[in-house]
């Protein structure tokens, strides 16, 4: 008889060595960018000592913004950063202050 195994991250966000949702795709798309930017820079003619500078320096700094962001924002993080921001910080009233006091006599009745 076979023995099946059953998935139990069903639900559960992709995580791969602790990056998650988000974040994984920030640091894969970002490290392809790099990658195409120093390919584009040696075929340009650039020394290859900048295009190795360039590109282990700029790969370090995406992994480690990458990271600190998963660790201090957290899964949902970017999204409810993004939500504050779009959010007004306070609301403006134009209108005169009496005119929310002005008391209005009722009709009468006829």
Do not use: D
Request: one cysteine or more.
């Amino acid at each position: 008889m076979k023995t099946y195994h059953i998935n139990k991250g069903i639900g559960r966000t992709v995580e791969f060595n602790g990056l998650k949702a988000q974040y994984l795709f920030i640091f894969s798309g970002g490290l392809l960018a790099l990658l195409v930017l120093v390919m584009i820079m040696y075929m340009t003619g650039v020394t290859h000592y900048i295009c190795l500078f360039t590109g282990g320096s700029a790969s370090s700094l995406l992994i480690w913004q990458t990271f600190s962001m998963n660790r201090k924002y957290g899964e949902h993080g970017l999204m409810k950063l993004g939500a504050k921001k779009k959010h007004p910080r306070y609301i403006i009233s134009r209108k005169n202050v009496l005119r929310y006091i002005k008391i209005i006599p009722k009709r009468q009745a006829v």
